[in-house]
């Protein structure tokens, strides 16, 4: 289980912060929090090598790389040369050991495959994960989330009347939003898109939550709980100047790194989207990213 810790007064509401960035594996964040579920799926099919794939500042490729590599399983990562970059994550997919295979864009896809079927018929048993751990097991990883946070109100004895976040493949949000369809929460949820434009991010989001659901509830349900805000994606990788002052001042106030990619964003989204409501309860899930944030930091002045 993971912290919340209260930040106090914020733009006229309460705010606090669910600390996924100090799962203590790997820099931690929401990947971590997906990856431990895929690799219980490999312990129970004894799989022995991954194959996954990513950009150079994946924080997901980075935690399977560092989980493969500290169980001395072969990592495969292929990565779009146009996403290539050399960040602290891909330094660290380098030093531990996985196998990256940069290929455009276009050809990710057969890349995987062929990778896959290389892997078999040399005898090897691979499994596959997603980009961002995305799929029904991700989705899995976010609704448990979502119910240690109905714990921790429990504790607290407070009410979320928003939680906001950085969505990007979409599972961190589908599993939040099967939360609150499966225990009938009265809440808004509100994912800050990182990269993706409506309608097409919103759908992906819609799509996760129809495939883990499985007919057990309505369509016009999971519609009326998906809030995608694509205002703030600034092109991904792109540093906007006002995320990197938000990431300034958040460093400043509370202590807490933020990122330009996901977290940095996301607190600017909820911080604009706050100001048009008042006097409520705000959680805002903080999924990681802690090496960007050195990658940030190496290029804003100070
Ligand atoms: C991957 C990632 C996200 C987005 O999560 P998805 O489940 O892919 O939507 C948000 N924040 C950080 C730090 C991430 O690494």
Redesign the pocket.
Known sequence: MTIIQNLGEYNGNHLWIKRE?LIPFSFG???AR?VELFFREIDKGDYDCVVTYGSGS???CRIVANECCRRGMRCCIISPEEASESTFNSQMMELFGAEIITVPVSEVHDTIEGKLSELTASGKKPYFIEG???GNI?TEA?LQCYQEIKEQEKEMDIHFDYIF???????????LVCGQLIFGDERKIV?IS?ARKNPRGRDV?IDSVRKYMDGRVDDDSIQAATTFIDDYTFGYGKDDKRVVDTIKSVLKTYGIPL?T???GK?FMGMSEYVKGINDKNILFI????TP?FFDALNKIDR
């Open positions: 960035d964040g929401n990947k997906k994946s924080n997901h961002g751990g995305h991700g976010y976040f950085a969505s990007g493949t979409g599972t961190t949000h589908a599993g994912g990182i989001v990122d990619t996901y977290t996301a903080h999924t990681g990213g960007l």
